[in-house]
T-cell receptor
Framework: KAGVTQTPRYLIKTRGQQVTLSCSPI?????VSWYQQTPGQGLQFLFEYFSETQRNKGNFPGRFSGRQFSNSRSEMNVSTLELGDSALYLC?????????????FGEGSRLTVL | SQKIEQNSEALNIQEGKTATLTCNYTNYSPAYLQWYRQDPGRGPVFLLLIRENEKEKRKERLKVTFDTTLKQSLFHITASQPADSATYLC?????????????FGKGTRLSVIA
């Protein structure tokens, strides 16, 4: 069974630009969660989607948005990038709601904002 | 405010000894607690889940305890090996409501020295 796939793995943007990250969950998984990881803050919850509906949202500004498609694939978008958005963005999938059991993480998308 | 604290950022231990990592939480009533392992540049990998009504859980050389009175979980690796060197993350939800995300501690970086 293929794991969680995130694309792109690495990207470099400049301040003010916008970025879209993609996540393909494990086949059959309906929940996709997104986390931002930085050395200082650790893993910070961004949002969770389940069956195309946003179930939860973390404490991030409105510049961070996401969506989930009918095939459970998910995208997150960050607009008007700031230097502080440089981080590893991790996507995790699970069969049921993310807070009910094990999460399967992708390898992440490493975003650098210059 | 809600807080998850992992006892130290880094822990060095000699090969063959037992490593003990601590996860303390405040203002949570988690239905269960999880432990993940993360290697540099990779996504976290699930290790163990322990429910609030379980005192202890084991998997091979790993043992987790969960004390809801102390609001603490201990994670033990017995007969530690250099390959166990990684960052270990604890994670929990605010409760068994469907609307609380899984939140992570900042992790403890374990180094097992040969």
């Amino acid at each position: 069974k293929a794991g969680v796939t995130q694309t792109p793995r690495y990207l470099i943007k400049t301040r003010g630009q916008q970025v879209t990250l993609s996540c393909s969950p494990i086949s059959g998984h309906r929940s996709v969660s997104w986390y931002q990881q930085t050395p200082g803050q650790g893993l910070q919850f961004l949002f969770e989607y389940f069956s195309e509906t946003q179930r939860n949202k973390g404490n991030f500004p409105g510049r961070f948005s996401g969506r989930q498609f009918s095939n459970s694939r998910s995208e997150m978008n960050v607009s008007t990038l700031e230097l502080g958005d440089s981080a590893l963005y991790l996507c995790a999938s699970s069969f049921w709601l993310a807070n009910t059991g094990e999460l399967f993480f992708g390898e992440g998308s490493r975003l650098t904002v210059l | 405010s809600q807080k998850i604290e992992q006892n130290s950022e880094a822990l060095n231990i000699q090969e063959g000894k037992t490593a003990t990592l601590t996860c303390n939480y405040t203002n949570y009533s988690p239905a269960y607690l999880q432990w993940y392992r993360q290697d540099p540049g990779r996504g976290p990998v699930f290790l163990l889940l322990i429910r609030e009504n379980e005192k202890e859980k084991r998997k091979e050389r790993l043992k987790v305890t969960f004390d809801t009175t102390l609001k603490q979980s201990l994670f033990h690796i017995t007969a530690s090996q250099p390959a166990d060197s990684a960052t270990y993350l604890c994670a929990l939800t605010g409760g068994n409501s469907g609307n609380t995300p899984l939140v992570f501690g900042k992790g403890t970086r374990l180094s097992v020295i040969a």
